[in-house]
Every structure is written in C-alpha cells, then in structure tokens.
C-alpha cells in the first residue's frame, strides 16, 4: 500500500473527483486503482476565495513496487507507514507480582490504566473525584448554583480536566511510534465518531467524551483493572534502601493504606496540594513555566467570516479557528491558547474563594460564540522565583483577586475590549454577550491581572485585529482569569519515565509537567505504563 500526500482539490468537488485525482497523481489507469482509502483530511483557507481541501491517501495498486520506483524521490509519495501497536511486554494471567498503581483518572491516567490491563497487569487506579456522571453533576452545581465541590470539578474526577474541554485530538509532539494512533483508536472504539482518525483537527467535545470514559472505564474493569473513587493520596511510605529512595506503598484520604512499589501518578495541573506532599516528602520537584491571561469571546459568525469569506459556514469546513501569537515590546509573549469554535467559557476553579476560566465545546461546536484563551508566557526565574512551588501561589493570588473583583460569589470578572485598551473599567455589555457561568460582573481586569499582562494585551489585541480583522472590536469581551494553562510544576524524572530520586514513583502527564492536551497526556501515559510493564517484568 502506498500514501499520497499533499493532495489537493477545490472545497466542493465531486466525488470522482478524487480517484480521479490519485490516478493522475500516481499516472495509473482506473484498473490499476484497486482501492483508496482517505488517511488525513484538512482545509487549505489561506486564499478566502479559493479554499481547497488537501488530502492524504493510502492506495492499493497493481505494481505498486513499479509506482514506487517511479516516484522514488518524491517524499509526497511513499510506502503506507505501519501504525500498528505493539505491547513492548505482557504479564498475561499467570502474572502474581505486585499490581500497578496509577493515581488519577484523567487522559494520562486512563491510558496508563488500559495498556497495562491490556498487558495484563491488573491495575489499581485511584482519583480523588467521582465517576464522570456524578462528577458532571457536581460540575453542573458550579456553574448553575455557584456550589463548588473541592473534590469533584472541572478538575477533580474520572475522565480528567479535559472531559470539560473542546476534546482536542491533536499535538504538536514527536510520535515516530504513531502512539496518538493507538489513542485514537482506542477512543473511536470507545464511541468516538471515526472521522477523528482522518481530520486533521479531530475534536470530540464533552458530552460524547463522557460516554467514552465510561466505556473505557468498563473495559479497564472487564480485564482485571480496578477503580477506587473518592480516593485522594495524602502521603507517600518511603524508605532508605542501600541509599536509595524506594517507594513502599500509599497513605490513602480513606484512611486506607495501600501497598504499592510501582506508582503512576498523573494528577494533573490542579493538584496542588498533592504537589505540596510530594515536595514535602522529599520527592524531586521544581518550578516551570507556564502563562496567565484571560478568555476572550467574540460570535462565532464573525470568526468564519474573517477567516472563510464568502465559504463561511460550509459544512465541510464547520466553525474556525485560529491561532495567534505576539511578541511585545515589554519582552513578553501574548499568544491564544486552547481555542474553542462555537463553544462557551465554563468556571474551572477547584479552590473555594477563587475563580478560574477555561473554555469548552461540544462536538457540534455550534454554540454563539467562539472562544480562547488569550495568554502571556511567565517563567520562574523572572516571575516567581526561590521556590519549587511558588507558581502555585501566584496562580492562587491571582484567582483569589479575581474571585473578589467578581462579586466573590463565583462571578467572573470580565471587560469589553474598547474599555481594556482606553483604560477604564467596563460598566455594561455591548453587542457580545459572554457565555460564562455562572456569570461576569463587568469591572476593571487590572485588578486581577499583573500590570505587565495588562501591557502586553494592550498592544498584542490591535495587532490580533490586523490579522483577523475585527477580533479587537471594541463590544468583545474578555473574561478572567486563565491561570490553569499547564502546570506550575514538574515532578522531574529521568529517561527510564521514574523520579530522579524516589525508585518505584512514575510521574506522568501534565500535572507531572511532561503533557499540555488530551492527545499528548495520553501518549505520555502509554509510555509511562510500558516503562512500567518493563520494570515490572525485569
């Protein structure tokens, strides 16, 4: 089999009109063409008037070698690469080792749990948040009722931080082992739709990404996993081995304490006080960068104008998106983060008495407004430096001063755009109405955003609107504040995937500091589980 890349047709061709493609692409004749099937479909908008859609094919031919020889160097012409899984090891039913422990049941969590019950390995896979139905519900009080459940949240819970998200399939990391594969493949054979192994943009949203958590859950189960909810990790047994850090087991908020040598802990970014017992036990963790800013909201309609033209709302293009960056005169870099095409801004905070955004979508992306983050990069040399955790307390100063400039109610802070750049506080709406629950109170977004963030929106809004024009229209509204974009922390680890200097802890995903999305704290759990399956089985 062969995969042409790079092929390109009009937005509203025919049918034929890509066999015919190929054909011409390869110089075959319709009975050479045995069959085509479509690997990556994605849109070329760069020319309003002239969008097109590029395609990438895998083809069964006669002679394929003879094609191939043809075309030898030509790299948009090559063999189909394989994309198959392959367990690195398998402990099987006649294993009786120590089972594995995974702590945490978002994306990194939930693929570490499969591949090792899929290896054989039985694991034991603990969260402190509810099971996905429950845990939306208490998500839905937050948002309806400003009630917040410190332990079960948009952060907090089975299926992680980004079950309430946009569901984002895709990444930007090196993956030579086609690991994103394996998890989208997992994914569609959980219910996922199956355009997500073809687009090259795949997204789910939340209400489907609810129903395949639970079946994930069912199949982890089905092999031997095993699921303990409500079930926070408040300490670690730790022992001195021939002067070496060996982790023994787990004190448990149930009281329970569970032995256990091979630890995956895939927290996520918003568990800070797990970040606090892991650095008081000694466990190696230091500060990284990570950004803070706000959600900004315009109609969804604009977005596909301004972006589509006159193509806006063809159906194989669905909404826009887009991606922007700015490098400031005050050094600091602005850049959209997480966009969400026809979503809403959702309450994220998981702290009482303070407030934090993030933005969310369902499959349809059909919803009035577009969203995304709009952030500036920090670091901890410049902005938070001397301590491992000190990111955790600037993100916690500015959610608590936001909570205030809220209402101190759950209440968003939030201002028109026109208003932000003439330097006043915002009293009333334009023509944007914000999606944020449970609301915005219309104020001054200095007062809980550090002056240097306030500079750089400042200049990096107008020129966002000279690429897309009218995204610094004055009635858009931004809302604050964003401060979950990544973790604060990393919890260090060396290349066999275990801490530098507690044996036996894995750390893994974006609470760990090694993922940033869905996609890519997935893959980074398979590949914690498999240095775990290789230990296990050493």
């Known amino acids: 089999m062969l995969r042409i890349t790079d092929l390109k047709l009009p937005l509203n061709h025919a049918d034929e009109a890509l066999p015919a493609a190929i054909r011409d692409r390869l110089r075959v004749t319709p009975r050479d063409l045995i069959r085509y099937t479509i690997a990556r479909r994605a849109h070329d908008a760069r020319d309003k008037m002239d969008i097109q859609l590029v395609y990438s094919v895998d083809v069964t031919l ?3 070698d003879t094609v191939l020889t043809r075309f030898r160097k030509d790299r948009h012409v090559q063999r189909t690469p394989d994309t198959g899984y392959r367990f690195v090891t398998k402990g099987g039913p006649s294993y009786t080792g120590p089972r594995p422990v995974v702590v945490g049941a ?15 390995f039985r694991p034991i896979i603990l969260d402190r948040g509810k099971v996905v139905r429950e845990r939306t519900k208490d998500t839905w009080g937050l948002w309806r009722k400003s009630v917040l459940n410190p332990e079960s949240n948009v952060q907090f819970g089975e299926g992680g931080a980004g079950t309430f998200s946009d569901g984002k399939l895709w990444s930007q990391i090196k993956d030579p082992r086609h690991l994103g594969r394996k998890v989208l493949t997992e994914f569609v054979k959980a219910g996922a739709p199956p355009e997500i192994l073809t687009e090259a943009h795949p997204h789910i949203g939340t209400f489907r990404l609810v129903t395949m958590v639970e079946s994930m859950r069912e199949t ?3 092999l031997g996993g095993e699921y303990r909810f409500s079930t926070r990790v408040d300490g670690l047994d730790v022992v001195e081995e021939a002067g070496t850090r060996q982790l023994r087991g787990l004190h448990l908020s149930t009281g329970d304490y569970l032995e256990a040598n091979h630890v995956v802990f895939a927290v996520g970014h918003s568990a800070r006080d797990t970040f606090e017992m892991l650095h008081a036990t000694g466990v190696h963790v230091e500060a990284k960068p990570f950004s803070i800013g706000v959600r900004i909201e315009h109609p969804q309609s604009w977005i596909d104008e301004a972006r589509f033209g006159p193509c806006a709302g063809h159906p194989d293009l669905g909404a826009a998106a887009y991606s922007l960056s700015h490098h400031c005169k005050n050094d600091r870099t602005v850049y959209s983060f997480c966009m969400c095409p026809g979503g809403t801004v959702v309450a994220a905070t998981s702290e009482e008495g303070r407030v934090a955004t993030n933005g969310m979508s369902q499959y349809s992306r059909n919803e009035r407004n577009a969203n995304s983050g709009i952030v500036i990069g920090i670091d901890p040399a410049r902005d938070y430096p001397g301590h491992p955790l000190a990111g955790i307390a600037l993100q916690r100063h500015w959610e608590s001063r ?14 028109r755009i026109g208003d932000l750049l003439a330097g006043r506080p915002s009293t009333a709406l334009g023509s944007v109405i914000p999606s944020y629950k449970p609301g915005v109170h219309m104020t001054d977004l200095s007062e809980c955003l550090p002056d240097f963030a306030i500079t750089a929106l400042r200049e990096a809004l107008p020129a966002f609107g000279r690429e897309i024009p009218g995204y610094d229209h004055p009635d858009a509204v931004l809302t604050g504040v964003e401060t979950r974009t990544s973790s604060p922390v990393r919890i260090t680890r060396g290349d066999d995937f275990v801490s530098l200097n507690t044996a036996g802890l894995f750390p893994a995903g974006e609470g760990a500091g090694y993922a940033g999305g869905i996609l890519s704290a997935a893959v980074d759990g398979i590949k914690v589980a498999e240095a775990v399956a290789l230990s296990l089985t050493a």
């Open 220 to 222: 982890i189960e089905a």
């Open 402 to 415: 936001a909570y205030v400039a809220g209402g101190s109610n759950y209440k968003a802070p939030a201002q």
């Open 106 to 120: 978002g994306p990194c969590g939930l693929f570490a749990g499969l591949i090792l019950a899929q290896m054989g």
């Open 62 to 64: 006669k002679n394929e």
